[in-house]
């Protein structure tokens, strides 16, 4: 299970650093650039700005040491729940270490910032990017160029109180960062004993820090009970992959404000449909589109794709399987698959991933000697994409995503348990609701 938020993929040569960075961490990619196609692309977006209406207008200064004139932010707006991104408007630096924009937004926004410089390589980061929540008013960005992931943010959101909780955040954050650097070096430089070092400080780096972060944790709640503003609201929504039952209680918590803001609205609706995928409650029937991973290319029939129901499988035990490049589907992925085997009259699996090609494409950059911890991940690669059961699938096909977005199966690897007459008996990120199948069945 991924603790940090949205475990991006990111651009690299190295296949082994890349095979680092696509199961550990969040990578800013080396070299990032902005070509005049990709510029060209985003005018119609940048179009759409100019909308009339009620509009919220605000300005942007940053003030970042060592950035360059033509260095560009990217804005994006972060899409919740699921953690997408989509393009919002770019500030380009006037002069070095200055960039100005003026815009304006229907309502409050909760953008990532990325930077792309015209000369040189962005500084290894453990983030993509910036996160800023950006209502109406005048918002400052303070730092640099190397650390810029983790500059001051200032604004009408940002309180003091909150100011200092981000400014001790961002201080944790910049030394997992360090680490980061010092991976990318060791690997420029071949030196793969320290690599392999610096990535287990850094994987451990949560570990080793949990009296910080626990403190930092106190600190937000402690906020959270006292405000219960749109920034909290907009936390909850971050953590929609939690228990609806934690999520309500949190919402219910909320001050009047903080329920009726932007964000605090997303968020009561989102419970709504949430409760309909509750532990208790009856499953909602669907369609999922199953095929194409290398069982059926062996097979010779990877162009076939067969449409179940969840209601063809009355009768027996259902567990929905979502799972992915990441660590804790890496763990206990044969632990699936043994439980399968094992009840295969009695059980249902219904696996989903969010891309094959994705799996496809790691695979093919990864040495048969790349491990992580006793599992070899060539290995374990191979394994996901030859899943024993039939009904396994890629969210990219025909509407396959509609199981991940309606059943909320954010974060992986994420379970759902459905019982033989179609009740929802657990889920979760994490192994719990597995532990519930594996208790219920053996």
């Not at 070299?31 to 509009?55: E, I, M, P, W």
């Not at 972060?78 to 991104?85: A, H, K, S």
């Amino acid at each position: 299970m991924s603790n940090y938020k949205s475990v991006n993929i990111m651009r690299f040569v190295s296949a082994s650093l890349c095979f680092f960075m696509l199961f550990f961490f969040t990578f800013s990619a080396a070299g990032q650039t902005l070509s005049v196609n990709a510029q060209t692309s985003f005018a119609d977006a940048r179009a759409k700005q100019k909308t009339v209406g009620n509009l919220k207008k605000f300005t942007v200064n940053a003030k970042i040491a060592g950035m360059q004139k033509g260095d560009t932010l990217r804005f994006s707006e972060i899409i919740l729940p699921g953690w997408g991104y989509k393009f919002a408007f770019d500030v380009v630096a006037q002069k070095d270490g200055y960039a100005f924009y003026s815009g304006s937004h229907s309502h409050d926004q909760f953008y990532l910032m990325e930077y792309y410089p015209v000369n040189g390589k962005i500084a290894a980061s453990d983030r993509k990017g910036k996160e800023i929540l950006i209502s109406d008013g005048n918002y400052t960005l303070n730092g640099d160029r190397g650390t810029i992931y983790y500059c001051a943010v200032g604004g009408k959101t940002y309180d003091r109180e909150l100011s200092k909780i981000f400014i001790a955040e961002d201080s944790l954050s910049s030394l997992r960062g360090e680490l980061a650097k010092k991976i990318t070096n060791a690997f420029a430089e071949k030196d793969t004993v320290n690599a392999q070092k610096f990535i287990g400080e850094f994987n451990g780096f949560g570990y080793y820090h949990k009296s910080d972060n626990e403190r930092i944790e106190a600190q937000m709640k402690r906020y959270a009970v006292k405000h219960g503003n749109e920034f909290c609201a907009l936390k909850i929504l971050e953590d929609s992959y939690k228990p609806y039952e934690e999520l309500r209680g949190r919402y219910d918590s909320l001050s009047r404000a903080g329920k009726e803001s932007y964000y605090g609205k997303k968020l009561g609706t989102l419970l709504r449909k949430m409760e309909a995928v509750n532990v208790g409650s009856v499953a909602p029937d669907f369609e999922i589109v199953a095929g194409g991973n290398d069982v059926a290319v062996v097979a010779g029939n990877s162009s076939i794709h067969i449409t179940y129901r969840l209601s063809d499988f009355n009768g027996k035990c259902v567990l929905i399987y979502h799972y992915g490049l990441c660590p804790g589907t890496f763990q206990i992925d044969s632990s699936v698959i043994d439980f399968y085997k094992k009840h295969p009259d009695k059980l249902v699996v219904i696996g989903i991933t969010d891309s094959y090609a994705a799996l496809r494409r790691t695979l093919k950059n990864t040495s048969p000697d790349d491990r992580m911890g006793n599992i070899n991940m060539k290995d374990m690669l191979t394994e996901l994409l030859n899943h024993p059961w039939p009904v396994d699938a890629d969210a990219t096909v025909a509407n396959n995503k509609a199981l991940i977005d309606n059943y909320f199966l954010q974060g992986l690897p994420y379970f759902v348990f459905i019982s033989p007459d179609g009740k929802i008996l657990s889920r979760s990120i994490g192994n719990q609701a597995f532990n519930a199948a594996v208790n219920a069945l053996d």
